[in-house]
C-alpha cells in the first residue's frame, strides 16, 4: 500500500511538473548581425537567468570564437581580450555550450575582458533560458544563447579571416503603454534555504528603499506575490500533505529543511506566513500606503529568523503593530487554516500563477511590465531594468541618480551583489552540468552518461516542488536500489 502511494504522488508530481515546464517563458533579445553580408540580418537570441542584460540599451561589437578552450570551462590564458588597445570595438565571445555550467563559460569570459558573451547551442532546438543551480550575483556582463545553426554560421565566417559584426538590443524589451511601471515579485517567506533564499532577501532589503519612492512618487505600482500548489485530493489526508498545506489540502509549500533550526517547521508554517504578508499588503494597499510591505518583510526577515525559533505569529505581530497597521484587519484576511474552504486571498495567487504572460513557476520571479526579467538579482541591475520602461523624458530622477549609473560602482564593496571570489568558481571546473530552464521537459536515458547535462532532463528543482521531490526521490531510492534522478 505504501509503494502504491509512493508511486501514484510522484506519477502526479510529474505529470504536473511537466505541465509547468510546458509554459516556461523564454524571454528573448534581437541580435543583429551587421557584417559580412552572408549572414546579415536579425536573429533571435535568449536572454540567460543570470548577468545584467542591458535594458534600455545596446551593444555593438565584433565576435571573437577562441581557438581553443572553445567550451569556456577553463580560463582564458590565448584570449588576451583585455590587452586590446583603448577605443576597440567591445568583444563579444562566442563558445560552445556542453560540458559545465553556464555561469562558468560567462565568467571565464568576463574575467578575460568581453563585454557580453554568446552561447550557441550544441543541439538543434528551440530556444532555451540558460540558468544554473547557484546564484552568482558577480556575473556583470549580458549572456545570450543562440541557435546552433546561427553558432554554425558565424563560425564558418571567422574562419574565413572575416570579421563578424553584431548589435544586441534591449531597448524594447519593457513595453509601456501608459508611462506607469507595473512589477511582481513572487517569492516566499521562507528566507533560510540556502544562497536562493539568501539572493531573494537581500534584494528585498537593498532594493526597499528604491521601491518606495518609485511607488510613493506615482512612478510605480508594486505588486508582490506567494508561489502555492495544491495537494492531489486522494493524498490530503497523507503525512507529507497535513504536513504542508492548509485549507484541507488546497494550499501547499514544501517544509523547511529538517534538522537545521532547533525548532521543525513545515511547510504549514510557510504557507501561513505567505498568507499574513499576502494580507498585510492588502491592507496597508486599503490604507494608501502599500510601501509598508517592504518594511514589514525586511524587518520579518531580521527580527523573526526560523534559527532563533521567531518565524511565528506572535513575532510577526509585533510588527504589524509598529507599523500602525490594523492587525484585526489582516487575522480577518487569513482567516481559519485548518477550515474546508478556499481562501480568497490564496487562491487569487494560485490564479495569478497562470496567465497569457507565460506560468510563474519558479520562485523568485520578477515580472516587469508581464515581461520575465532576466538577469542578476540585485538592485542596480533590476532598477535599470525598469528604468528601461519609461521614456527618456518621463525617467524619475531616481534613474538618474541613485539609478542604473550610480549602481554600477565597484562590485567587490557592494552589499548586494553577494560578491564572490574566483577562487569560489574552483570547484565548477571539475564538475560536469549544463541546467537551463526550457520550454518543455524531456527526459533521456541516464546510463552511460559521462557527463551530466541536467537541461536534457529537468529543470533545477525549485522551492516549489522541494518537498515532492525529495520524497519522490527516496521512495524511487527504495524501489529501484539507486537514485533516478
Given at each position: 500500500?505504501?509503494e502504491?502511494?509512493?508511486?501514484?504522488?510522484c506519477?502526479?508530481?510529474?505529470?504536473?511538473?511537466g505541465?509547468?515546464?510546458?509554459?516556461?517563458?523564454?524571454?528573448?533579445?534581437?541580435?543583429?548581425?551587421?557584417?559580412?553580408?552572408?549572414?546579415?540580418?536579425?536573429?533571435?537570441?535568449?536572454?540567460?537567468?543570470?548577468?545584467?542584460?542591458?535594458?534600455?540599451g545596446?551593444?555593438?561589437?565584433?565576435?571573437?570564437?577562441?581557438?581553443?578552450?572553445?567550451?569556456?570551462?577553463?580560463?582564458?590564458?590565448?584570449?588576451?581580450?583585455?590587452?586590446?588597445?583603448?577605443?576597440?570595438?567591445?568583444?563579444?565571445?562566442?563558445?560552445d555550450r556542453?560540458?559545465?555550467?553556464?555561469?562558468?563559460?560567462?565568467?571565464?569570459?568576463?574575467?578575460a575582458?568581453?563585454?557580453?558573451?554568446?552561447?550557441?547551442?550544441?543541439?538543434?532546438?528551440p530556444?532555451?533560458?540558460?540558468?544554473?543551480?547557484?546564484?552568482?550575483?558577480?556575473?556583470?556582463?549580458?549572456s545570450v544563447?543562440?541557435?546552433?545553426?546561427?553558432?554554425?554560421?558565424?563560425?564558418?565566417e571567422?574562419?574565413?579571416?572575416?570579421?563578424?559584426?553584431m548589435?544586441?538590443?534591449w531597448?524594447?524589451?519593457?513595453?509601456?503603454?501608459?508611462?506607469?511601471?507595473?512589477?511582481?515579485?513572487?517569492?516566499?517567506?521562507?528566507?533560510?534555504?540556502?544562497?536562493?533564499?539568501?539572493?531573494?532577501?537581500e534584494?528585498?532589503?537593498?532594493?526597499k528603499?528604491?521601491?518606495?519612492?518609485?511607488?510613493?512618487?506615482?512612478?510605480?505600482?508594486?505588486?508582490?506575490?506567494?508561489?502555492?500548489?495544491?495537494?492531489?485530493?486522494?493524498?490530503?489526508l497523507?503525512k507529507?500533505?497535513?504536513?504542508?498545506?492548509?485549507?484541507h489540502?488546497?494550499y501547499?509549500?514544501?517544509?523547511?529543511?529538517?534538522?537545521?533550526f532547533?525548532?521543525?517547521?513545515t511547510?504549514?508554517?510557510?504557507?501561513?506566513?505567505?498568507?499574513?504578508?499576502?494580507c498585510?499588503?492588502?491592507?496597508?494597499s486599503?490604507?494608501g500606503?502599500?510601501?509598508l510591505w517592504?518594511?514589514?518583510?525586511?524587518?520579518?526577515?531580521?527580527?523573526?529568523?526560523?534559527k532563533e525559533?521567531?518565524?511565528?505569529?506572535?513575532?510577526?505581530?509585533?510588527?504589524?503593530?509598529?507599523?500602525?497597521?490594523?492587525?484585526?484587519?489582516?487575522?480577518?484576511?487569513?482567516?481559519?487554516?485548518k477550515?474546508?474552504?478556499?481562501?480568497?486571498?490564496?487562491?487569487a495567487?494560485?490564479?495569478?500563477?497562470?496567465s497569457?504572460?507565460?506560468?510563474?513557476?519558479?520562485?523568485?520571479?520578477?515580472?516587469?511590465n508581464?515581461?520575465?526579467?532576466?538577469?542578476?538579482?540585485c538592485?542596480?541591475?533590476?532598477?535599470?531594468?525598469?528604468?528601461?520602461?519609461?521614456?527618456?523624458?518621463?525617467?524619475?530622477a531616481?534613474?538618474?541618480?541613485?539609478?542604473?549609473?550610480?549602481?554600477?560602482?565597484?562590485?567587490e564593496?557592494?552589499?548586494?551583489?553577494?560578491?564572490?571570489t574566483?577562487?569560489?568558481?574552483?570547484?565548477?571546473?571539475?564538475k560536469?552540468?549544463?541546467?537551463a530552464?526550457?520550454t518543455?521537459?524531456?527526459?533521456?536515458?541516464?546510463?552511460?552518461?559521462?557527463?551530466?547535462?541536467?537541461?536534457?532532463?529537468?529543470?533545477?528543482p525549485?522551492?516549489?516542488?522541494?518537498?515532492?521531490?525529495?520524497?519522490?526521490?527516496?521512495?524511487?531510492?527504495?524501489?529501484f536500489?539507486?537514485?533516478l534522478?
Amino acid at each position: 500500500m505504501g509503494e502504491k502511494f509512493g508511486l501514484m504522488i510522484c506519477v502526479w508530481m510529474i505529470l504536473l511538473w511537466g505541465k509547468c515546464l510546458g509554459r516556461f517563458v523564454v524571454e528573448k533579445n534581437s541580435l543583429k548581425l551587421i557584417s559580412p553580408e552572408s549572414i546579415k540580418g536579425v536573429y533571435e537570441s535568449a536572454i540567460g537567468n543570470f548577468g545584467v542584460p542591458q535594458y534600455g540599451g545596446n551593444l555593438v561589437g565584433i565576435v571573437v570564437y577562441p581557438k581553443q578552450n572553445q567550451r569556456a570551462c577553463k580560463s582564458f590564458d590565448d584570449l588576451a581580450i583585455s590587452k586590446f588597445r583603448p577605443g576597440a570595438l567591445p568583444i563579444i565571445v562566442l563558445v560552445d555550450r556542453g560540458d559545465c555550467f553556464f555561469t562558468l563559460k560567462a565568467w571565464n569570459a568576463q574575467i578575460a575582458g568581453a563585454a557580453a558573451i554568446l552561447v550557441a547551442d550544441n543541439r538543434d532546438e528551440p530556444l532555451i533560458t540558460m540558468d544554473t543551480p547557484d546564484y552568482l550575483q558577480n556575473i556583470t556582463i549580458p549572456s545570450v544563447l543562440i541557435s546552433k545553426s546561427l553558432g554554425d554560421g558565424i563560425k564558418k565566417e571567422l574562419s574565413r579571416g572575416e570579421m563578424v559584426n553584431m548589435n544586441l538590443d534591449w531597448t524594447k524589451f519593457f513595453p509601456n503603454p501608459d508611462q506607469s511601471i507595473e512589477y511582481e515579485f513572487w517569492m516566499s517567506s521562507h528566507y533560510e534555504c540556502g544562497p536562493k533564499c539568501d539572493n531573494q532577501i537581500e534584494f528585498v532589503k537593498n532594493f526597499k528603499g528604491v521601491a518606495k519612492r518609485l511607488e510613493q512618487e506615482g512612478y510605480t505600482q508594486f505588486t508582490p506575490h506567494y508561489i502555492t500548489w495544491y495537494c492531489p485530493e486522494p493524498f490530503i489526508l497523507s503525512k507529507q500533505c497535513r504536513s504542508q498545506c492548509i485549507n484541507h489540502g488546497r494550499y501547499c509549500a514544501a517544509d523547511p529543511k529538517q534538522g537545521y533550526f532547533d525548532q521543525d517547521y513545515t511547510g504549514k508554517d510557510v504557507v501561513i506566513e505567505n498568507l499574513r504578508q499576502a494580507c498585510l499588503f492588502k491592507v496597508a494597499s486599503d490604507s494608501g500606503m502599500p510601501w509598508l510591505w517592504w518594511d514589514y518583510v525586511t524587518d520579518f526577515a531580521i527580527r523573526c529568523p526560523m534559527k532563533e525559533n521567531k518565524y511565528n505569529k506572535e513575532c510577526a505581530d509585533q510588527i504589524i503593530r509598529s507599523l500602525g497597521l490594523d492587525l484585526t484587519k489582516i487575522d480577518q484576511c487569513i482567516g481559519d487554516p485548518k477550515a474546508d474552504v478556499n481562501n480568497r486571498v490564496l487562491q487569487a495567487e494560485q490564479d495569478a500563477q497562470i496567465s497569457s504572460r507565460g506560468d510563474v513557476t519558479i520562485s523568485p520571479t520578477l515580472l516587469i511590465n508581464n515581461r520575465h526579467y532576466r538577469g542578476n538579482l540585485c538592485k542596480g541591475a533590476v532598477l535599470k531594468a525598469i528604468c528601461a520602461g519609461f521614456q527618456e523624458t518621463a525617467m524619475p530622477a531616481v534613474c538618474f541618480g541613485e539609478g542604473s549609473e550610480a549602481n554600477y560602482e565597484s562590485l567587490e564593496n557592494r552589499d548586494d551583489t553577494a560578491v564572490r571570489t574566483e577562487t569560489n568558481y574552483k570547484h565548477l571546473q571539475n564538475k560536469y552540468y549544463d541546467t537551463a530552464g526550457r520550454t518543455e521537459a524531456t527526459y533521456e536515458p541516464m546510463e552511460n552518461q559521462n557527463k551530466y547535462d541536467s537541461a536534457v532532463r529537468t529543470e533545477t528543482p525549485t522551492l516549489l516542488f522541494e518537498g515532492l521531490v525529495s520524497y519522490c526521490r527516496k521512495f524511487l531510492h527504495m524501489i529501484f536500489s539507486k537514485p533516478l534522478f
